[in-house]
């Protein structure tokens, strides 16, 4: 009796070959993406060699392109024409407080506008949504005569941060994420007997963990480059903030370049901190909180 031999099997050169041409579609983009990201890189390389170099090196018709030995005399500097080291306390307590209380404010918005039907829902969440239209310029004259004259609150913490707590960007950002739970999910959770807080804090909120840290990220950036506002309402030098503490050491006659890429390198600091403790949810909080399930 004659065995029965088995097909062949179908040659994998079909595949190999498409593997080949994404191998040599991904060495292409990397050779592109490489110039760009060193691009992209060269002005903080350059910010962080000349904050070691003093001032006659950095305007020499040779400027360097390494380290040099003159950053503590830099700082010694810095420190002597703005307390800077007060001032970046001053923007680690603002922008911390800032990005917690703007991100429980913006959460609780954005999960009553996503999950609960009341009348007026959808016209004041257009309202809300409008107020992105209204130029900063517009509201900052009030709003300083709001906080400094009638509150009497210029010169503090809470100056700086209680103005913009209600975030438009932020309520928008986590209502989109908190659509992206189920209704399901929350039902049963009622049906178990849980009360409204416990479904926010320990169902909702940690399904759209990826979103908060996104949200966390932003909210932390722009509280610590914000110039403007904090420029307006802390007058006194011991309040500062970074950015203005910063901003002082240009003046009519003299900029102490030396001490602004020191306050700049160390100020690049927190906020990478921030960013690498978090970088693994910020892309998928991106993608989340900008689609509607």
């Known amino acids: 009796?004659?065995?029965?031999?088995?097909?062949?099997?179908?040659a994998a050169r079909p595949m190999r070959g498409k593997a080949a041409r994404d191998r040599v579609s991904a060495v292409w983009l990397h050779l592109a993406l490489i110039p760009l990201a060193l691009l992209f890189l060269a002005p903080?390389?350059?910010?962080?060699?000349?904050?070691?170099h003093p001032e006659t090196a950095i305007f020499s018709?040779?400027?360097?392109?390494?380290?040099?030995?003159?950053?503590?005399?830099?700082?010694?500097?810095?420190?002597?024409d703005t307390n800077f080291l007060r001032a970046l306390g001053n923007s680690t307590v603002i922008s911390v407080?800032?990005?917690?209380?703007?991100?429980?404010?913006?959460?609780?918005?954005?999960?009553?506008?996503?999950?609960?039907?009341?009348?007026?829902?959808?016209?004041?969440?257009?309202?809300?949504?409008?107020?992105?239209?209204?130029?900063?310029?517009?509201?900052?004259?009030?709003?300083?005569?709001?906080?400094?004259?009638?509150?009497?609150?210029?010169?503090?913490?809470?100056?700086?941060?209680?103005?913009?707590?209600?975030?438009?960007?932020g309520i928008f950002y986590m209502r989109q994420a908190f659509q992206t739970v189920p209704d399901d999910l929350l039902a049963a959770a009622r049906i178990d007997g849980a009360s409204e807080p416990r479904i926010f804090w320990q169902i909702a909120l940690p399904v759209v963990r990826?979103?908060?840290?996104?949200?966390?990220?932003?909210?932390?950036?722009?509280?610590?480059?914000?110039y403007l506002w904090p420029l307006?309402?802390?007058?006194?030098?011991?309040?500062?903030?970074?950015?203005?503490?910063?901003?002082?050491?240009?003046?009519?006659?003299?900029?102490?370049w030396g001490?602004?890429?020191?306050?700049t390198a160390i100020a690049t600091v927190p906020f990478l901190m921030v960013f690498l403790a978090l970088q693994r949810h910020f892309v998928a909080g991106i993608a989340g909180g900008a689609v509607k399930d």
């Open 1 to 10: 009796m004659t065995a029965i031999k088995p097909a062949p099997a179908p």
């Open 44 to 52: 903080l390389w350059i910010m962080l060699v000349f904050s070691t």
């Open 232 to 256: 307006i309402v802390l007058t006194q030098k011991d309040s500062y903030t970074m950015p203005v503490a910063l901003g002082t050491l240009v003046g009519l006659t003299r900029v102490s």
């Open 97 to 169: 407080a800032y990005t917690l209380l703007s991100m429980l404010l913006t959460s609780l918005a954005g999960f009553a506008f996503a999950k609960y039907t009341f009348p007026g829902r959808n016209l004041l969440f257009g309202l809300i949504l409008a107020t992105l239209t209204i130029p900063t310029f517009v509201t900052i004259i009030p709003q300083f005569i709001l906080v400094a004259r009638d509150l009497k609150m210029s010169n503090t913490y809470w100056a700086v941060i209680l103005p913009t707590l209600a975030n438009t960007i």
């Open 61 to 80: 018709p040779n400027p360097p392109l390494w380290f040099g030995g003159a950053f503590r005399e830099n700082f010694d500097g810095l420190q002597a």
């Open 259 to 263: 001490g602004i890429m020191v306050g």
């Open 210 to 226: 990826p979103a908060l840290a996104a949200l966390a990220i932003l909210l932390f950036l722009a509280s610590w480059n914000d």
